[in-house]
């Protein structure tokens, strides 16, 4: 599926290229990017039809709306600036015993 967004006089798209077991091939803004799934793990067993459904969300950034996903188009770009981190909070380990 592509979606085209209207900017200025100028069109931007993003558009899924291919999937594969390793990750996703995208197409975005007329640049494609290969988005391993080790970077985004919640995308491995999504269905294909929520996969395909990516969209421009704003001239900056892209989503998939039926997974709740959003990615700025600069972490496509650059990833070593967007490390993956989880960040736990007191109330992950409320009722543990430890």
Same mark, same amino acid.
């Given at each position: 599926?592509?979606?085209?967004?209207?900017?200025?006089?100028?069109?931007?798209? @993003?558009?899924?290229?291919?999937?594969?077991?390793?990750?996703?091939?995208?197409?975005?803004?007329?640049?494609?990017?290969?988005?391993?799934?080790?970077?985004?793990?919640?995308?491995?067993? @999504?269905?294909?039809?929520?996969?395909?459904?990516?969209?421009?969300?704003?001239?900056? @950034?892209?989503?998939?709306?039926?997974?709740?996903?959003?990615?700025?188009?600069?972490?496509?770009?650059?990833?070593?600036?967007?490390?993956?981190?989880?960040?736990?909070?007191?109330?992950?380990?409320?009722?543990?015993?430890?």
């Amino acid at each position: 599926m592509q979606t085209v967004l209207k900017n200025n006089s100028s069109n931007t798209s @993003a558009s899924v290229l291919m999937i594969n077991a390793q990750g996703i091939m995208l197409s975005v803004c007329g640049h494609d990017y290969f988005i391993s799934y080790n970077r985004i793990p919640w995308m491995q067993d @999504a269905p294909i039809r929520s996969v395909l459904n990516v969209q421009m969300s704003g001239p900056e @950034a892209i989503e998939w709306p039926d997974l709740d996903v959003d990615l700025e188009i600069d972490s496509l770009r650059h990833p070593e600036r967007y490390p993956l981190i989880i960040k736990r909070n007191e109330l992950d380990f409320a009722g543990k015993v430890g």
